[in-house]
């Protein structure tokens, strides 16, 4: 008994030492108990969120395609605005990307469409 740490309170009103056991037998009970029943808490706590975690991925996956959708949308509304379609024969600058460039080369070309 010298190795558990005792509340002050039962030292005093315990009188044998058979007192003393009955508590730490119930008092381990209880631990038991509580551990079990934390146990318990915990599996169905894990339960019920392995039951959610597909629809939340699943509607994270379906908001993030509908993203997509409107964000490819979007950009191709622009684009029609911007880049107005070339009659054969007209003239326009081509870019080039500055990855292609050597340092003397120009960073325009001037083309003339040829073929649709």
């Known amino acids: ?3 558990y740490v005792l509340p002050k309170s039962l030292v005093d009103a315990a009188k044998t030492e058979e ?3 009955e508590f730490l037998t119930s008092h381990e009970a209880n631990d038991e108990d509580s551990l079990n029943r934390d146990g318990k808490n915990y599996d169905e ?6 039951k959610h975690l597909p629809e939340t991925f ?3 996956r379906k908001e993030a395609a509908s993203g997509q959708t409107r964000a490819a949308a979007k950009m191709t509304r622009r684009t029609k605005k911007m880049l107005i379609p070339l009659q054969i024969g007209q003239n326009c600058t081509l870019r080039v990307p500055d990855v292609d460039r ?3 080369d120009p960073k325009n070309f001037l083309v003339v ?3 649709e």
């Not at 706590?45 to 392995?50: A, D, Q, T, V």
């Open 19 to 21: 007192e003393i056991e």
């Open 58 to 60: 699943i509607k994270a």
């Open 102 to 104: 050597g340092p003397a």
């Open 1 to 3: 008994l010298e190795s």
């Open 113 to 115: 469409v040829m073929a």
């Open 45 to 50: 706590n894990e339960s019920s969120i392995m």
